[in-house]
């Protein structure tokens, strides 16, 4: 009997029809997967237009009619993909990880993966209508004290006041504006702000931490991308301890005004080894870790603590170097516990290597 499934996929949730199997196997009919999937049927295979791959599906099993309709094995063809397919245990939800061929195209031309995504007044966003324009695409969270930077980049905006430059000022926040918003109103921040409840961007990037900064050119080129990202330095007061302690620094958002104002010099170039060292969320296992918090964000949302949790552990364990998944996975509980989770984990992490940093070092230089 046929039933109806979610499937999570390029950070959309779809309801489609599916019919019921004794293995753990993800038909999708064929009227529905475009929507649900992105993957359109045609003569020459299972084809993704985004990234213009078309998969044959020459091997007997892909397809199959049913119920008359023609069906497609995603399961199947996901694992050709090596793409990520998970599912619940009852196999009504199903999460797909991002196609590895995105991150490696990525990689390879070093050109800034497109999204759409709606700002924070509902207007949708796309990456390439800012072509033309000069864009830093900057990331935070309100468990990181990177959120008083959306302030300050709002000052660095008006300071420059330049009409082919644009930032893009993302909370990575899966709460939502109920905590993400009231920062970009008290800012009265006039540049682009996307509260980013599903992470998509730090996905189609890799990043693992905010503030994670790119800069793209008028082409669409990613020029430089840097963890520790912040607009300004700050000091604030440890309430817990009682001790003052200072965060950020200036060198990142100096260098942007430079290459906004003077553009790509020899001393602001990064080279296409670190440009790609700086995509950190690279492996199998990253990305199966990103379609595993993808469903355990879900689960969050209905409300669905227990399966929540179990999901996001996964995800934890699988990519123990992502610090979006760790903290974001933490604040669930309140941000008390994510700071006391986030100070265990670092200082292990720091006991275990003394070299350990929690960012990648910025490659710039700290005066200018």
């Known amino acids: 009997m046929d039933k109806v499934i979610t499937v999570l996929a390029n950070d959309n949730t779809t309801e489609v029809t599916a019919f019921s199997t004794k293995d753990n196997t993800l038909w999708i009919r064929e009227d529905e997967l475009k929507a649900a999937t992105g993957f359109e049927l045609k003569e020459s295979g299972a084809c993704y237009d985004p990234l213009n791959i078309c998969i044959p599906l020459l091997e007997e099993g892909f397809t199959q009619i049913q119920s ?10 996901s694992q050709k993909l090596t793409q990520a397919c998970i599912s619940n245990e009852d196999q009504t939800v199903w999460s797909l990880g991002l196609i590895p061929e ?3 195209a990525m ?19 796309r990456l390439s209508d800012f072509r033309g324009k000069k864009v830093l695409l900057v990331t935070w969270a309100t468990w990181c004290g990177c959120r008083f930077d959306v302030k300050k980049w709002q000052e660095f905006y008006e300071e420059l006041n330049d009409p082919n430059f644009e930032i893009i000022c993302v909370a990575e926040d899966s709460q939502g504006a109920a905590v993400a918003k009231e920062w970009f109103v008290n800012a009265k921040a006039t540049y682009t702000c996307i509260i980013d409840t599903t ?15 790119a800069w793209i050119d008028e082409t669409g080129t ?15 007061v440890d309430e817990v301890r009682s001790t003052k302690f200072k965060f950020g620094n200036y060198t990142f958002a100096n260098a942007t005004k430079e290459w ?3 553009g790509l010099n020899d001393e602001l170039k990064q080279t296409k080894e670190k440009l790609s060292a700086n995509t950190r969320s690279t492996s199998t296992d990253d990305l199966l870790a990103d379609a595993y918090f993808k469903m355990g964000l879900y689960f969050q949302d209905k409300q669905a603590e227990e399966m929540a949790k ?45 070299s350990w940093k929690y960012y990648e070092p910025l490659d710039l230089v700290t005066e200018r």
């Open 102 to 104: 995105a991150r490696k």
């Open 68 to 77: 008359g309709y023609k069906w497609l094995d995603m399961s199947r063809l």
């Open 222 to 236: 990613i020029v430089r991308v840097n963890e520790n990202a912040y607009a300004a330095e700050y000091e604030i």
């Open 310 to 354: 179990k999901y996001l552990k996964i995800a934890q364990d699988l990519a123990p170097d992502n610090w979006n998944i760790h903290r974001q996975s933490w604040t669930f509980n309140g941000t008390a516990y994510a700071t006391q989770q986030w100070r265990e984990r670092t200082k292990a992490k720091y006991l275990n290597d003394r």
């Open 199 to 213: 992470h998509k961007i730090s996905t189609l990037f890799g990043w693992v931490n905010v503030p994670t900064g």
């Open 107 to 125: 990689l390879a031309s070093s050109i800034a993966p497109d999204f759409e995504i709606e700002d924070m007044n509902g207007t949708t966003i």
């Open 260 to 262: 906004v104002r003077n």
